[in-house]
């Protein structure tokens, strides 16, 4: 395992079958990208750090869905909405 900064170290994919209790322990707090002859092929981090990661790309998604959603509505005329029951309606169910 070699160490690219205080947070981050490389490992070999070869190296990761024998390495893995001490990676587990490692894992806890440093990120770890693993390599095939020397080119980067994936990167394994804590679960609660990949939580949040998730969290926080789901939280600037939504808020960019929804300025785009504003923006939309406030362009748009009245008139190009359909209700939701005209919506119904043109998909066939009622």
Do not use: C, W
Request: glycine share 6%; no cysteine.
């Amino acid at each position: 395992m070699l160490a690219v900064d205080e947070h981050t170290a490389l490992i070999g994919l070869s190296e990761l079958r024998t390495a893995a209790p001490k990676l587990l322990k490692y894992l806890q707090t440093h990120k770890v990208i693993l390599t095939r002859r020397n080119k980067p092929v994936g990167i394994l981090i804590d679960y609660d750090e990949f939580k949040k990661m998730e969290t926080l790309i789901e939280l600037i998604e939504d808020t960019v869905l929804g300025q785009m959603a504003e923006e939309r509505r406030k362009g748009a005329k009245k008139e190009s909405y359909l209700s939701h029951e005209q919506m119904k309606r043109r998909v066939g169910l009622k």
